[in-house]
């Protein structure tokens, strides 16, 4: 029974039926005898490969031990796929190496470079085999062309997938991390801010805090930005936008650790700031919030004595 | 769809139930203002919970029913604005400056009190 047939057919049946792109019986022998020499010369050719890819400086995150017995599993992988004609075992191989490999920093260049080797690798031997037959290599190299780059493609497919998964996670998780809305009293939020705001981060901030005011019943909220190093015009004009949609929810924003550089940039580029009430610190902006709030510091009301 | 305004204490309540048509904000401005006089309201609590669109009539009409309230001796507060309609009126420029909000109906009304017995006292200090 013809696999890859069987496998293309379930796929897309219209092209496995039509005449000229249907595998003949003979495509499946000649990919058996192809699987054949692949296995009985299997020791040379993967010393081979794992010469080329060293010659060829890919992997270097690896030491050439590792890159062998990677190459073992990855070439007897392919002949497998090779002979079945089914990629799922090879998927479910790609990306289990992919979730090795990329913490060790490999790059997409050297999985795609390797696989590619591998497929000169082989298409070389089976050149060397049947230069004398040159009818019969050309029906081999039909046979093993399309089914190689099937499976390159899947390796590197695969490959990038798993690569695309790790950076939305890690993505997901500064996201996250990056916008800690905390409440320090009843009615009293702090948000506090560092690094760098781009528009995205900007507007995330805010629907944090929106959700958040909502969420935790907020009268008041300090939005701290010591950790904030620079500001420009358009995060401003956000941060802008940020108080006064909170105060349409009812809640009053105190803007605490406005450094000096940000100052003379805002009032440089000119936003207009009259609607946002700034504090110098953040213990300066609590302060603030709990006499909005109404609540009496004991400090504050003993220096308010001893000065009065 | 007309607003249902309920009196409760000194304060009246108007709740809009579901989107609302220019006509229908001009007649519950119309209302508010003439039924602050008749009951001797001091507040007025406009609750636009169920609202999720709010467009520059709408944010003018609420500015104008506070001022017109405010000239018949009464406060109004906007209460229940959906955070993602806030941040959707900001960024078309609708602040609805000089209109007080609250987060609900409760703040809202604990805000009222407050103003109420501030200007009691101012009121007090005056006369003394």
Known sequence: MNEIRTHAGMNDPQRASSPAEAPTESTSLLLRELVAHLRHYRTQLRQEWARRITGARLLTAMTDEEIFAEATSVYNNYVEALETGTLEALQAYARNLSERIIPRGVETHEVLGIVLLLRDVLARSLFSKYREYFAKLDRILDAYEPAANRIANTVAVGFVQERERVIMEQQEAIRELSTPVLQVRERLLILPIIGVIDPQRARQLTEQLLKSIRANRARVVVIDITGVAAMDSHVANHLVQTVEASRLLGATVIVSGLSPEIAQTLVNIGVDLSKMTTVGDLQGGIEEAEHLLGYRGAQSRDIAEAEG | ?128
Do not use: C, W
């Not at chain 2, 989107?19 to 209302?31: I, N, P, V």
């Not at chain 2, 508010?32 to 406009?46: P, T």
């Open chain 2, 1 to 128: 769809m007309q607003v249902p305004i309920l009196k409760q204490g000194p304060f009246l309540i108007a709740s809009v139930q579901s989107a609302l048509s220019d006509a229908d904000l001009l007649q519950l401005r119309d209302t508010l203002v003439e039924q602050v006089g008749r009951y001797r309201s001091r507040g007025v609590i406009v609750d636009v919970t169920a609202l999720d669109v709010m467009d520059s009539f709408s944010s003018r009409t609420l500015r104008d029913i506070t001022q017109m309230i405010r000239l018949r001796g009464a406060e109004t507060v906007v209460v229940g604005i959906q955070p993602e309609v806030a941040f959707a009126m900001v960024q078309l420029g609708l602040t609805m400056e000089g209109v007080p909000t609250a987060l609900d109906l409760e703040e809202g009304l604990a805000y009222l009190n407050q103003e109420i017995r501030t200007k009691g006292n101012e009121t007090e200090r005056h006369g003394r």
